[in-house]
Every structure is written in structure tokens, then in C-alpha cells.
């Protein structure tokens, strides 16, 4: 009676420990996504489509007007490369990007960093973006 109480407890707790594993297996999965959408939009120079994946707290705090978007227009994104990944603060997960920048008016290419920091959202189930848009222009 004592072993099968024991089999059991084991069963229930390896069941649980399954389901969580499960559960972040698929968070790091939708991560993984719309990382890769994200990546997409600013190659592609669709910012207006990039800034969907910003935390809305972060936009009503910062919206973009027209011509904030407007200047995203006046660059192209030639290269953007995942530098590295890390866990970040308050169970965010953080990576660094090297973007390659050509201004359209002069052609002039230039190097950058960028650190995107991602929040999971349990109750809409998807991932965030809570640092808004690179800046391109490194405050010019």
C-alpha cells in the first residue's frame, strides 16, 4: 500500500513537472515566432507592422505620430542579426541585435546595436515587446 502511495506521489509530481515543461516549450515557441515576424517587419521597413508587437502599456505611454513613422521611411534595415540571448529582469527574456542601417537619401551604411527585452503576457498568451521600436538614429 506504501509503495503504491509513493508510485502514486511520484506520478502526480512528474505529471506537473511534464505540464509546466509543456506550457514553456510552447511559450518559448510563440517567442521564437514573433521574434521571427518582428525581425521580418524591420527588414522589410514595415514599422507601423513592428510596432504591433510592442507591449501596449508601452505605446499608450509612447505613441508614435505620422511623422515618427515617416523618418522609419527614410532608412533601409540591410542586416539584422541575433547577437545573443540571456533571461532578463522580471522573467523577460532579453537579446541583442546588430542592425545594418543604409540611409536612403545618402546610401551611407552603419553599424548598430540594438537590446530587445520581451514580455510574456499570460493572459493574452503571446510575447511583447516592452522596449518600443530601435532607435535609428542614436538620438541624431
Known amino acids: 500500500m506504501r509503495v503504491l502511495l ?14 509546466a515543461d509543456a506550457q514553456s516549450f510552447r511559450q518559448r515557441g510563440k517567442l521564437t515566432e514573433v521574434q521571427h515576424a518582428y525581425a521580418a517587419s524591420a527588414r522589410w521597413g514595415d514599422f507601423e507592422n513592428a510596432w504591433q508587437a510592442v507591449d501596449p502599456a508601452y505605446r499608450q505611454e509612447h505613441p508614435m505620430t ?55 503576457d499570460p493572459e493574452a498568451k503571446r510575447w511583447w515587446l516592452v522596449v518600443g521600436l530601435p532607435d535609428l538614429w542614436n538620438g541624431e
Open 6 to 19: 509513493k508510485m502514486l506521489v511520484l506520478v502526480g509530481l512528474m505529471t506537473a513537472w511534464l505540464s
Open 66 to 120: 505620422d511623422l515618427e513613422f515617416e523618418r522609419y521611411q527614410q532608412v533601409q534595415i540591410s542586416g539584422y542579426r541575433d547577437i545573443s540571448r540571456r533571461s532578463g529582469p522580471e522573467g523577460t527574456v532579453e537579446r541583442q541585435i546588430e542592425l545594418r542601417v543604409i540611409n536612403k537619401h545618402t546610401m551611407a551604411e552603419r553599424t548598430l546595436r540594438y537590446l530587445e527585452r520581451w514580455r510574456w
